[in-house]
């Protein structure tokens, strides 16, 4: 079946605007995650949603980072007043459950390159 | 801060066995060990997990050493579509995975 999905795949901004990244879990699925992978690094957590709501919103770096997700399905990752840090890969995961043990499955990332 | 412990960088001969190995001295009793990989300018790909027992799937198989304090993922037969980086990575029922460096497996032809 389709897997993860993330649009754009890649996004270059200047410095001060604001982007939208989205994600597209996998059918069926309950749980979803955002994290960040900035060049040579491994992942950071974001913030995790269990259907709409975000039990967990620590991850988020600074307040102009938010995400949302809408009818438990399609979610966005909204960074407004972009900075150059901001650079990053930024991957969105799913799962069939919340927590637990469920096995998260990635999609192939948005590349955002702020100028 | 990650729990495991993993070398660097690797290499393998193609169509050799590579094994990968992790430590993670501080695991509990209710922590799963779980593998992904990351191809280059790819998104995360789940490969196993284990608790106690060794496991196999069409990947790979995991060897966890029976005080659970390190383990070894084994890809049976290398190809050069399995030079990725690789990621151990200790998990309890929390929902967040906390990611290492991992291995960077570079298969050799």
């Known amino acids: 079946g389709a897997g993860v999905s993330q649009s754009p795949s890649n996004k270059v901004t200047e410095k001060g605007k604001d982007v939208e990244l989205r994600c597209d879990p996998i059918?069926?699925?309950?749980?979803l995650y955002w994290y960040r992978q900035s060049l040579g690094q491994g992942l950071e957590f974001l913030i995790y949603?269990?259907?709409?709501?975000?039990?967990?919103k620590s991850g988020l770096p600074s307040d102009r980072f938010s995400a949302e997700r809408t009818g438990g399905s399609v979610s966005t990752l909204t960074i407004q007043r972009t900075q150059q840090e901001d650079s990053a890969v930024y991957l969105c995961?799913?799962?069939?459950?919340?927590?637990?043990?469920?096995?998260?499955?990635f999609g192939p990332g948005t590349r955002l390159l702020v100028l | 801060d990650a729990k495991t412990t993993q070398p660097t960088s690797m290499d393998c001969a193609e169509g050799r066995a590579a094994n990968l190995p992790c430590n993670h001295s501080?695991?509990?009793?209710?922590?799963?060990v779980y593998w992904y990989r990351q191809i280059h300018s790819q998104g995360p790909q789940y490969i196993i997990h284990?608790?106690?027992?060794?496991e196999t799937n069409e990947m790979a198989s995991l060897i966890i050493t029976e005080d659970r304090k390190s383990s070894t993922l084994i890809l049976p037969h290398a190809t050069l579509r399995d030079t990725a980086v690789y990621y151990c990575?200790?998990?309890?029922?929390?929902?967040?995975?906390?990611w290492g460096a991992g291995t960077k497996l570079i298969i050799k032809p």
């Open positions: 284990g608790l106690k027992n060794n």
């Open positions: 990575i200790v998990r309890d029922s929390n929902y967040q995975l906390i």
């Open positions: 949603f269990q259907g709409n709501s975000a039990p967990d």
């Open positions: 059918s069926g699925h309950t749980a």
């Open positions: 501080t695991i509990s009793g209710n922590e799963y």
């Open positions: 995961a799913s799962s069939s459950g919340g927590g637990g043990y469920e096995t998260q499955y």
